[in-house]
Nanobody, 134 residues
Framework: QVQLVESGGGLAQPGGSLRLSCAAS????????MSWARQAPGKGLEWVSG????????YYVDSVKGRFTISRDNAKNTLYLQMNSLKSEDTALYYC???????????????????????????WGQGTQVTVSS
């Protein structure tokens, strides 16, 4: 069965850094693009970043460009999200997901892409909490 397990979350100060990891199993990791998403309290599920299967193409929502870096190590079946210059608005539960969403699966609102159907499609981890606070 497909398993995605996030780790690396925690408490960071504004301007600080965290590195999230997602350990994948149960499928051929190198065949799939992967994504990071997040959900803040009271808000929808937001797409954050995606990476192509070979790691050569990456995608980011505007709000994290220049601050976050998505990467992967296919030999270790692991996806990463390096988060620098953290802001309080980055506070959320962060999920990794198999694949990169199609536009038809997303709703764009106020600079953010939300998964229209939430997590009912695809495979998702359990999430790791990131809290950015002074």
């Amino acid at each position: 069965q497909v398993q995605l397990v996030e780790s690396g979350g925690g408490l960071a100060q504004p301007g600080g850094s965290l590195r999230l990891s997602c350990a994948a199993s149960g499928f051929t990791f190198s065949y799939y693009g992967m994504s990071w998403a997040r959900q803040a309290p009271g808000k929808g599920l937001e797409w954050v970043s995606g990476i192509y299967s070979d790691g050569r193409d990456t995608y980011y929502v505007d709000s994290v460009k220049g601050r976050f870096t998505i990467s992967r190590d296919n030999a270790k079946n692991t996806l990463y999200l390096q988060m620098n210059s953290l802001k309080s608005e980055d506070t959320a539960l962060y999920y990794c997901a198999r694949g990169i969403p199609n536009l038809r699966d997303l709703t764009y609102y106020s600079g953010t892409y939300y998964y229209t159907g939430g997590k009912k499609y695809g495979y998702w981890g359990q999430g790791t909490q990131v809290t950015v606070s002074s």
